[in-house]
Nanobody
Framework: QVQLVESGGGLVQAGGSLRLSCTAS????????MGWYRQAPGKQRELVAS??????ASYADSVKDRFAISRASANLMYLEMNSLKPEDTAVYHC?????????????????WGQGAQVTVSS
């Protein structure tokens, strides 16, 4: 079992920045990929960014060049979000999976965090 705890969400004006953190505990050697999904009201959950155990990162086109994912250790991950837009408003979920990278389609992961609300005002 793996437990995931997110922190760092909040309210920010358009153009601002936030940093999300995700800490994993439990059997941290059972997963390889870490990453973030988000779900806006009335929309499907989508993959935002993924990072492998070796540090290879990938991003959704909508956040490329604005967001940066990093992995400080096997169980600590960050998502630096810059130049935030109102359309980035969503609940952001930390997720981990046994695969090397997270899946964007279908959306799936072995373990999920409860989510952190990010609200960007215009």
């Amino acid at each position: 079992q793996v437990q995931l705890v997110e922190s760092g969400g909040g309210l920010v004006q358009a153009g601002g920045s936030l940093r999300l953190s995700c800490t994993a505990s439990g059997n941290i050697f059972s997963f390889n990929a870490m990453g973030w999904y988000r779900q806006a009201p009335g929309k499907q959950r989508e993959l935002v960014a993924s990072i492998s155990r070796s540090g290879s990162a990938s991003y959704a086109d909508s956040v490329k060049d604005r967001f940066a994912i990093s992995r400080a250790s096997a169980n600590l991950m960050y998502l630096e979000m810059n130049s935030l837009k109102p359309e980035d408003t969503a609940v952001y979920h930390c997720a981990v999976d046994r695969a090397a990278i997270l899946s964007g389609s279908p959306v799936r992961a072995d373990y999920w965090g409860q989510g952190a609300q990010v609200t960007v005002s215009s």
